[in-house]
Nanobody, 124 residues
Framework: QVRLVESGGDSVQAGGSLRLSCAASGATRSPYCLGWYRQAPGKEREFVSN???????AYADSVKGRFATSIDEDKNTVYLQMDSLKPEDTAMYFC??????????????????WGQGTQVTVSS
């Protein structure tokens, strides 16, 4: 059983910043991927970013240069620093954990465990 608890969602004006946190506990193991998806009303859940064991990060094109993912491995916590927020960033943000395997690069499993989500609202 993997437990993920997000925090940090809030309402901000466009151009503002927020920092989301997600603490993972339970049956987590290394190597792994920890990251974020988001879902806006009426839209499908979409990938935002992730961090894989060994330090690889990945970002959706829509957030590159504005968002940054980092991790505190001692605390099993992943962070999402969101700067220059736009109204289109408004969504429920979900943290996820996936086991990973080294296949020449760190590959995240398709198995995902999800947090309950934290709401981010950006007003213009």
């Amino acid at each position: 059983q993997v437990r993920l608890v997000e925090s940090g969602g809030d309402s901000v004006q466009a151009g503002g910043s927020l920092r989301l946190s997600c603490a993972a506990s339970g049956a987590t193991r290394s190597p792994y991927c920890l990251g974020w998806y988001r879902q806006a009303p009426g839209k499908e859940r979409e990938f935002v970013s992730n961090f894989a064991s060994g330090g690889r990060t990945a970002y959706a094109d829509s957030v590159k240069g504005r968002f940054a993912t980092s991790i505190d491995e001692d605390k099993n916590t992943v962070y999402l620093q969101m700067d220059s927020l736009k109204p289109e960033d408004t969504a429920m943000y979900f943290c996820y954990y996936s086991p990973a395997n080294w296949v020449g690069w760190m590959s995240c499993s398709s198995t995902k465990y999800w947090g309950q989500g934290t709401q981010v609202t950006v007003s213009s």
